[in-house]
């Protein structure tokens, strides 16, 4: 595959709200992908069950084959009515990329999508036409390499009125500081989290209105080989040597164990940076032809509770990952750099791992692994595995 498509979205509530009332839902298939943002009337319980319907209706309709305008319909008269307002009311973006990267956006009330191409703001011409009472719309277009579409709720058009700003970001306004992050970062989970900091920021970390962005990036596919634990029977240790040896992609090793394997079978010099040791992350080490070597189950176990946060929407619950350690550098690698992610585990058990005085939470190698690859499928990435 040349290119990949990398969707991420993040959101923050309403102050005071437990629940958003927007959604985002997507799938993809062989054929491409169906991606649906939608904003509810108002905000909290009732927004969220507007929109949720909203995106639920539209993905499972068009991932069965059915048309833009049924699909349309369907939700003008399936949503329920508000009792006070006497409107069943949620926008929408609906986006259709193709295995051809051939994209076709519908728009129902939403502020304007933002398509960059070529560290440019190009505009896209739009059709307007009628869906029942709604009016649509509609426009088409080719994704290149490096493209980068953006959608936002009127919550980040909305942000820092009467705060910060007497009349919140213009539309302009936000195109041109999205475009400024598209050209500086490499991933859509980068863009967004920079983006939604922003608008908290400007809503005094008490937002006036739910607040999502979407972005849809065309990105060059890079693979990373993750090498956990030795195999189980020690006759593999060569066939493992031989993968890391023979393969293109970017290689990580995590575990001593493992570290150790590679340096014999492949004759190279196994170097450890003591600057690099956190109180709780042990330091990783350098080896030539690998890109990060780190120590095992403690690491794994660190960078997967970094990952969990960074999938959750709401911009609280994100963390800072540019320190100079073993969980940070391999976090920056696996949601930022990596589209595709090859992990080959060994299945021999360290006895360590068992001790009833390690400590909770890190006593399972494989479940941390196997929490690992779920969490990496849920931002995005293509994740295949090997045990030996």
Known sequence: MDNFIDINYKSINKHSEELCGDKVEYVSDDDGYIIVMSDGLGSGVKANILATMTTKIAVTMLKNGASIDDTIETIINTLPECKVRKLAYSTFTIIKIDKHNNVYIAEYDNPPYFYYSGKRIIPVEKKERMIGD???????????????????????????????????????????????????????????????????????????????????????????????????????????????????????????????????????????????????????????????????????????ENIKKLNKASYEDSIEYNEYDGCSILTNLLMDVGTHINFYVGRAVNPAHQNPNFPMGYNIKQNIVEGLMEELKKAGKNINVMYL
């Open 134 to 304: 709604k009016k649509i719309y509609e426009s088409n277009f080719q994704l290149n390499m490096g493209d980068t579409i953006c959608v936002v709720s009127d919550g980040a058009i909305h942000a820092g009125i009467g705060q910060m700003l007497n009349l919140g970001w213009s539309w302009n306004e936000v195109n041109g500081y999205l475009k400024e992050l598209n050209n500086v970062n490499r991933s859509s989970q980068l863009v967004n989290g920079n983006f939604i900091g922003v608008c908290n920021n400007l809503y005094n970390n008490k937002p006036g209105d739910d607040t999502t962005i979407l972005t849809v990036k065309v990105r060059k596919t890079e693979a990373i080989d993750v090498f956990v634990g030795p195999p189980a029977d020690k006759t593999l240790d060569t066939y493992l040597a031989n993968i890391m040896k023979t393969s293109n992609n970017m290689k990580i090793i995590c575990g001593g164990t493992t570290a150790l394997i590679a340096e014999r079978e492949l004759e190279k010099e196994l170097m450890v940076d003591l600057e690099s040791m956190k109180n709780d992350i042990p330091p990783i080490a350098y080896m030539d032809d690998f890109d990060l070597v780190t120590e095992g189950v403690l690491t794994l176990g660190k960078t997967l």
